[in-house]
């Protein structure tokens, strides 16, 4: 007996060593094939970062340490509270809007048999480069543009309506919808996709089941779709709040480096202070920031992702 048991503890000790060898070996190729992306992320993002956070305890002309006086300065300043007060108005309209309408257009394409055209040509915003969307938008809202030559040919025709005056939409309180209006056009189709990617994947048992046994579209909506994509949500929402903070080429193309006050954002900010050299704001600027948009992905990660 004790001979049988001294080889079946050696059999497992064996076992286990091999197990453990395995495994050893397993690690060190998930480290090596992760490694390259990491040195990536390291080299051109994390160090960078680090500098830029070393940099916002300093002054810019002579590297002296201020300790928070450039986070002082940045809180102080008049342009900065404007920009922030525009910025966070744009995010706060912007992202609902465009998962809401990307949604309901998703919803309405779920069901249709052929709607690769439509998904394709949602898509094409994507493809039209930042100057060509630029100059149709000039075409569109310029105060000869043809809106503004739509609307007043509708007041002549119509001898009920006032005379129209024809707008210059860019540098008026109509600025944001304009902004936001482009946003939309340039970022539906893409989230639209995103959303029938996350559709696609419920069970189709559930809901035909739950219609069986005579549930209407709101509960169906309610107790299985939205459940279902509650990781999709937060994937849509991390990528519509960068949206956001994206879509800034296309306002300063637009509109220039200092644009109507209702549409000068961070980013404009940012870009005259680089143009002042003024670093040391723009690197405390940088780094707060930075902490707003990731406490925005904590906040959008803990009410959208689903409960595991």
Known sequence: MNGKWRLRWKSRKQSAYRKASVNK????????????????VMVF?????LEVVRRSFLKSGNSAFVGADNYQAVFMNNAFRLAERNTLLYMALGVPLLMGLSLLLAMLLRNLVSRRRFVSAMLLPMAVPAAVMVLVLQILIDKQGLANRLLMGVSEKIAALPPFEA??????GWAIVVVLCSFL??????MVILWLAGLSALPKEVEEAAKVDGANRWQNWHYI???????????????SVLQIFKSYREVWMVAGSYPQENIYFLQHLLQNWYLKLEFDKMAALTVILSLVLLVV????????????
């Open 185 to 190: 056009w340039k970022n539906t189709g893409y």
């Open 225 to 239: 779709i939205r459940p279902g994509l509650s990781g999709t949500f937060f994937t849509i929402g991390t990528l």
């Open 297 to 308: 992905c904590l906040l959008l990660k803990k009410r959208l992702e689903p409960e595991r």
């Open 45 to 49: 993002y994390l160090l960078p970062f």
């Open 25 to 40: 070996r397993v690690t060190v190729k998930r480290l090596l094939f992760l490694l390259p992306g990491f040195t990536g």
């Open 167 to 172: 707008v210059d939409y860019l540098n008026s």
